[in-house]
């Protein structure tokens, strides 16, 4: 099984400032890695598929990185609305997600 | 509009049964795998179970292989989950999601809001 750890647990940042979320993998893969934006009592929503590929209607200061182990989500400056929980999820062997990291208001 | 609704949660006791439902709207059912992935109280994304879209493929979660059962009714546009042999453990929120291809393996392009499990005596 393919474990993704994500880090930090907890991001504090202001609004307007850029947040940058870090996903690792076990094991090495190119690029089957999705991310999700979920708030509290609502359902996950994809925002990245393909480790980069932007869903359509996600607004642009969202981006993702990454292949191998490493993967990147970056919100380039943060709105309101973006505060809520993010998740990686590697879809390459199996499905397994991240812990997730939360992301506050500072 | 795609819309995926949850159903048949609710209290049981260990070693109890349900089933869930998730009906299905806005999109060509057949044509899509479904997934059930769950979420403990104040816990991350677990993902429990998947099927591709004709139903001739399932798979499972090491923790609830042998105790659960996905399918899938085309012609009714919707999925389930049989829960059997229900712990504590499986006390979550369980939500349905749609992959956007037939076959299982790829990631979830829209979700449910979920349906609450709870098991305790």
């Known amino acids: 099984e393919i474990v993704m750890t994500q880090s930090p647990a907890t991001l504090s940042v202001s609004p307007g400032e850029r947040a940058t979320l870090s996903c690792r993998a076990s094991?090495?893969?190119?690029?089957?890695l999705a991310w999700y934006q979920q708030k509290p009592g609502q359902a996950p929503r994809l925002l990245i598929y393909?480790?980069?590929t932007r869903v359509t209607g996600v607004p642009a200061r969202f981006s993702g990185s990454g292949s191998g182990t490493e993967f990147t989500l970056t919100i380039s400056s943060l709105q309101s609305e973006d505060f809520a929980v993010y998740y990686c999820q590697q879809y390459n062997n199996g499905w397994t997600f991240g812990q997730g990291t939360k992301v506050e208001i500072k | 509009e795609v819309q995926l609704l949850e159903s048949g949660g609710g209290l049981v006791q260990p070693g109890g049964s349900l089933r869930l439902s998730c009906t299905a709207s806005g999109f060509t059912f057949s044509n899509f795998a479904m997934n059930w992935v769950r979420q403990a109280p104040g816990k991350g994304l677990e993902w429990v179970s998947g099927i591709s879209g004709r139903g001739d493929d399932t798979y499972y979660a090491d923790s609830v292989k042998g105790r659960f059962t996905i399918s899938r009714d085309n012609s009714k546009n919707t999925l389930y989950l049989q829960m059997n042999s229900l712990r504590a453990g499986d006390t979550a929120v369980y939500h349905c999601a749609k992959n956007p291809v037939s076959w299982s393996g790829y990631y979830s392009d829209y979700w449910g809001q979920g349906t609450r499990v709870t098991v305790s005596s």
């Open positions: 393909g480790a980069s």
């Open positions: 094991q090495s893969f190119s690029s089957n």
